[in-house]
């Protein structure tokens, strides 16, 4: 994999509170943004691919083994669920 080098403004305070949370991990402030940036794209793209899922399932449609009433009266017997 070819890394590509990138440019990014944040606040000074959150650069220096990053370079030191990076130095306790022992890893570079670089190698800490990409993999946090690698693991939001991860994220995303499972939450698109159950997406898209879902919404295939949803196009088919479910067979709920169900008969239509004939009436009002008969969608809501009680005495059917006694």
Do not use: C
């Not at 794209?41 to 949803?58: M, P």
Request: net charge negative; charged share 35%; glycine share 4%.
């Amino acid at each position: 994999m070819e890394a590509t080098n990138i440019t990014i403004k944040i606040d000074s305070d959150l650069a220096h509170e990053a370079r030191v949370l990076a130095a306790r991990k022992g890893t570079s402030l670089s190698r800490l943004v990409a993999e946090q940036l690698g693991q939001l794209v991860l994220e995303e793209q499972r939450y698109a691919a159950a997406r898209q899922s879902a919404l295939s399932r949803l196009s088919e449609g479910f067979e709920l083994d169900w008969d239509k009433p004939e009436s009002r009266d008969e969608l809501h017997a009680r005495e059917d669920l006694r």
